[in-house]
């Protein structure tokens, strides 16, 4: 039901509202700005290669990002109206969207592990064993509570707002998703950095500082920095837990959502797909330093496996 107010007491409850739309829609503008930026090295090293899997999961994920930013911003800008049905309807697809492209990046952390682990059968069996064992728990939550929550267009002072109204334990039950991604992320990374610094010590001496810059160490960097972007997104998630956030609509709980926003859409959409753009950028630089005649520790990253040829990983 769609509820129009020209009460000037809800003046700061639409100051709020605005204040949200701007991190909106700088985010993303960021991520438009990211894949034009980004699209000159994209088109070398993603369409003119030979497809595999990583080709579909970074342009499933890459490009799941413009219909998730319309969809963002059609559920946040004041300037656009939306009925209530619409506005559940978005707010399914939104919700569904960002489970899809959890997925898909769950899938690329396993084939980067599988690889670094010398792509080891039982290593294998064991991330997919766990990480359906976490992603289908999600999607039943998921899917619980987007059925407890219900949407309205709210019009204040001429303002319009999709608001949501979460039942029961739909709040709790977001939270429990964030939380057992936290869980699957947490593993990954133990394990990224166990191999890493198991490959660096069995190297000979001489060769650990050449290393250092080696793409062992392009992959946990990019790692590093996925996975702190997505600590922040978790801790802001897990802080709607708190009933002073829950129940607030100030500047400053407003502000707390936005931040959170923001680093989720940057984590997803443009840390994501770096994942897999950074080692192809380093394995193109390998290929261009062996045409020179330089002699460098290659390790390519193509479909399921990395191929070395002076460090097999």
Same mark, same amino acid.
């Given at each position: 039901?769609?509820?129009?107010?020209?009460?000037?007491?809800?003046?700061?409850?639409?100051?709020?509202?605005?204040?949200?739309?701007?991190?909106?829609?700088?985010?993303?503008?960021?991520?438009?700005?990211?894949?034009?930026?980004?699209?000159?090295?994209?088109?070398?090293?993603?369409?003119?290669?030979?497809?595999?899997?990583?080709?579909?999961?970074?342009?499933?994920?890459?490009?799941?990002?413009?219909?998730?930013?319309?969809?963002?911003?059609?559920?946040?800008?004041?300037?656009?109206?939306?009925?209530?049905?619409?506005?559940?309807?978005?707010?399914?697809?939104?919700?569904?969207?960002?489970?899809?492209?959890?997925?898909?990046?769950?899938?690329?952390?396993?084939?980067?592990?599988?690889?670094?682990?010398?792509?080891?059968?039982?290593?294998?069996?064991?991330?997919?064993?766990?990480?359906?064992?976490?992603?289908?728990?999600?999607?039943?939550?998921?899917?619980?509570?987007?059925?407890?929550?219900?949407?309205?267009?709210?019009?204040?002072?001429?303002?319009?707002?999709?608001?949501?109204?979460?039942?029961?334990?739909?709040?709790?039950?977001?939270?429990?998703?964030?939380?057992?991604?936290?869980?699957?992320?947490?593993?990954?990374?133990?394990?990224?950095?166990?191999?890493?610094?198991?490959?660096?010590?069995?190297?000979?001496?001489?060769?650990?500082?050449?290393?250092?810059?080696?793409?062992?160490?392009?992959?946990?960097?990019?790692?590093?920095? =996925?996975?702190?972007?997505?600590? +922040?997104? #978790?801790?802001?998630? &897990?802080?709607? $837990?708190? /009933?002073? %956030?829950?129940? !607030?609509?100030?500047?400053?709980?407003?502000? =707390?959502?936005?931040?959170?926003? +923001?680093? #989720?859409?940057?984590? &997803?959409?443009? $840390?994501? /797909?770096? %994942?897999?753009? !950074?080692?192809?950028?380093?394995?193109?630089?390998?290929?261009?330093?062996?045409?020179?005649?330089?002699?460098?520790?290659?390790?390519?990253?193509?479909?399921?496996?990395?191929? !070395?040829?002076?460090?097999?990983?």
């Amino acid at each position: 039901m769609t509820v129009i107010s020209d009460d000037p007491s809800q003046w700061p409850l639409v100051n709020s509202y605005n204040f949200h739309s701007y991190f909106i829609v700088a985010a993303s503008a960021a991520i438009i700005y990211d894949w034009a930026l980004a699209f000159g090295q994209e088109v070398e090293l993603i369409w003119k290669r030979r497809w595999s899997l990583m080709t579909f999961l970074y342009l499933s994920v890459r490009y799941t990002a413009l219909p998730y930013v319309v969809i963002f911003m059609l559920i946040t800008l004041p300037t656009i109206s939306v009925a209530d049905a619409v506005s559940n309807n978005l707010f399914l697809a939104l919700n569904w969207l960002n489970v899809v492209v959890t997925a898909l990046l769950g899938i690329i952390m396993i084939v980067r592990l599988h690889a670094m682990y010398r792509r080891s059968r039982k290593m294998l069996i064991f991330l997919v064993a766990t990480f359906l064992g976490i992603t289908i728990p999600c999607v039943g939550i998921t899917a619980t509570g987007t059925r407890h929550t219900i949407g309205e267009e709210f019009i204040l002072s001429g303002a319009y707002q999709c608001n949501y109204n979460y039942e029961g334990d739909a709040r709790l039950l977001n939270s429990m998703t964030w939380l057992l991604c936290t869980l699957w992320e947490v593993l990954l990374l133990c394990l990224a950095v166990w191999i890493a610094v198991k490959n660096f010590r069995e190297l000979p001496r001489p060769s650990r500082a050449r290393t250092i810059d080696d793409c062992l160490m392009v992959v946990i960097k990019t790692h590093v920095v =996925y996975f702190g972007s997505f600590t +922040v997104a #978790s801790c802001f998630a &897990l802080g709607f $837990l708190s /009933p002073t %956030l829950v129940d !607030s609509n100030s500047m400053g709980t407003m502000t =707390y959502h936005s931040i959170l926003d +923001v680093v #989720s859409v940057t984590q &997803l959409f443009m $840390l994501g /797909p770096r %994942l897999i753009l !950074s080692v192809r950028e380093y394995d193109a630089k390998l290929v261009a330093d062996s045409d020179a005649g330089t002699y460098m520790t290659s390790l390519v990253f193509y479909q399921h496996a990395y191929a !070395s040829s002076a460090v097999t990983v």
